[in-house]
């Protein structure tokens, strides 16, 4: 039996990565929850989102025939906020970084592989598309913080790199953009209609099951 039902009809690559986080990183997120991060910002459901953004991302690059390893960004996607210990600033990128690199090491990605994937996490090269996905879906999914429906003029749009004059990919579309924006936005209302306390599984079902009537394409 499948471990996740819904997640059949999403890209290969999202259901690994989905998967993982299911069965062995979700609790580092979950700890955040109990220790400093009752609102999940930087837990279960924000990286749960980030993934989902990453494989909208992913369909829309694929479609237009951009070449992007998309499993590196989703290992970043996942490690990314492991080791924070605090929300607001991220003084904790080096050590995200080390954490996914030794996690791939251990599960026998070769070096080349597990550094290309883990300092995504660091966000220092501006011209790798894979990076790209991570700033975005970082950046799309500050909407948590503004889902009042009267704050969400307060989202600087213009910081999204995705299908936008500064998207590394050369790819411009605005409608795309706009979509994937309110995608953003549909995903956390949605998020809020469920509580911290959520099991992990029943998590995912239910924001897997929401993305895949919502996403625009």
């Known amino acids: 039996m499948e471990l996740f039902a819904p997640i059949m ?7 690994s990565a989905i998967t993982l986080f299911a069965t062995k990183i979700h609790s580092v997120y979950k700890a955040h929850e109990v220790n400093f991060d009752m609102e999940s910002f930087h837990g279960r ?4 989102r ?3 953004l990453a494989d909208c991302i992913y369909r829309f690059y694929e479609r237009n025939s951009i070449a992007i390893a998309i499993e590196k960004s989703f290992y970043a ?3 990314h906020d492991a080791m924070r210990e605090d929300n607001g600033t991220d003084l904790w990128e080096k050590e995200s970084a080390a954490l996914c690199y030794t996690y791939l090491i251990n599960n026998g990605f070769d070096a080349e592989f597990a550094t290309s994937a883990s300092t995504i996490i660091l966000k220092a090269n501006t011209n790798c598309l894979e990076e790209q996905v991570l700033y975005d879906v970082d ?3 500050y909407h948590r913080f503004f889902f009042l429906p009267e704050e969400r003029h307060r989202f600087k749009d213009y910081r999204l790199k995705f299908a936008g004059p500064n998207d590394c990919s050369g790819c411009f579309d605005t ?3 706009t979509q994937l924006i309110q995608l ?3 995903l956390v209302i949605f998020s809020e209609s469920l509580v911290v306390e959520t099991d992990t ?3 995912i079902q239910q924001l897997v099951r929401y993305y895949l009537n919502v996403k625009p394409w």
Request: charged share 15%; glycine share 0%; with cysteine.
């Open 9 to 15: 009809t999403v890209s290969s690559q999202f259901k």
């Open 45 to 48: 459901f924000h990286i749960i």
């Open 50 to 52: 980030c993934l989902l």
């Open 77 to 79: 996607i996942l490690f």
């Open 139 to 141: 950046v799309l999914d």
């Open 175 to 177: 409608n795309s953009r």
């Open 184 to 186: 953003a936005q549909d």
């Open 201 to 203: 599984n029943e998590l």
